[in-house]
């Protein structure tokens, strides 16, 4: 699969690859792989991310992403629903770091690798670049592009999904952005 990717889909890649290792995470997640494509310039996915307003909220980004972390890596949509029937996230998380200390509940905290220092990609992340290679052959397209990879996180049900579309960045908006909405294939 990786023999298809653009220079620029490879440059996401290295660089989520990199994130990963600033932030001292175990693995390679699909926040990482955000992050990167937010670091690209002058490539589909960043004239897209640039053209939906969401580069230059990147901060706004990553405090979305850290409030997850610290729910445990729950949406706000899980918490929501919990809400629904009486369970109060906040509340929850507030207690336990109360016993245990701040942070307590943030996912990815302790990095356990092997020797090799190497960082391999969590299964969300391995899914979201299978789903690029699907949304690439979709569109009759004989590679994959780092604006394949931005499609491949927004359709995928999860925390950056969310965090992508409660700042404009939807499937939707994302391809109309990328493409104009049309496929190769009309």
Same mark, same amino acid.
């Given at each position: 699969m990786f023999e298809r990717f653009t220079e620029g889909a490879r440059g996401v890649v290295t660089g989520?690859?990199?994130? =990963?290792?600033?932030?001292?995470?175990?693995?390679?997640?699909?926040?990482?792989?955000?992050?990167?494509?937010?670091? +690209?310039?002058?490539?589909? =996915?960043?004239?897209?991310?640039? =053209?939906?307003?969401?580069?230059?909220?990147?901060?706004?980004?990553?405090? =979305?992403?850290? +409030?997850?972390?610290?729910?445990?890596?729950l949406t706000q949509a899980d918490a929501d629903a919990l809400a629904g029937i009486g369970i109060d996230v906040g509340e929850i998380v507030a207690k336990v770091e109360e016993a245990h200390g701040e942070g307590a509940m943030r996912v990815g905290r302790k990095p356990r690798r092997w020797w090799s220092g190497h960082r391999g990609f969590a299964p969300a992340a391995k899914a979201t670049l299978e789903k690029s290679l699907r949304i690439a052959l979709g569109r009759g397209d004989r590679h994959i592009g780092d604006e394949h990879l931005l499609l491949a996180l927004t359709a995928r049900p999860g925390v950056v999904s969310e965090v992508l579309a409660d700042h404009g960045a939807t499937y939707a908006a994302v391809e109309r952005a990328t493409f104009g909405g049309l496929s190769k294939a009309s």
């Amino acid at each position: 699969m990786f023999e298809r990717f653009t220079e620029g889909a490879r440059g996401v890649v290295t660089g989520a690859v990199g994130h =990963a290792e600033r932030t001292g995470a175990d693995t390679v997640t699909d926040e990482h792989l955000l992050l990167a494509l937010l670091d +690209q310039r002058g490539t589909r =996915a960043s004239f897209a991310l640039t =053209a939906l307003g969401i580069t230059d909220r990147r901060d706004s980004l990553e405090d =979305a992403f850290a +409030q997850a972390r610290r729910r445990g890596g729950l949406t706000q949509a899980d918490a929501d629903a919990l809400a629904g029937i009486g369970i109060d996230v906040g509340e929850i998380v507030a207690k336990v770091e109360e016993a245990h200390g701040e942070g307590a509940m943030r996912v990815g905290r302790k990095p356990r690798r092997w020797w090799s220092g190497h960082r391999g990609f969590a299964p969300a992340a391995k899914a979201t670049l299978e789903k690029s290679l699907r949304i690439a052959l979709g569109r009759g397209d004989r590679h994959i592009g780092d604006e394949h990879l931005l499609l491949a996180l927004t359709a995928r049900p999860g925390v950056v999904s969310e965090v992508l579309a409660d700042h404009g960045a939807t499937y939707a908006a994302v391809e109309r952005a990328t493409f104009g909405g049309l496929s190769k294939a009309s």
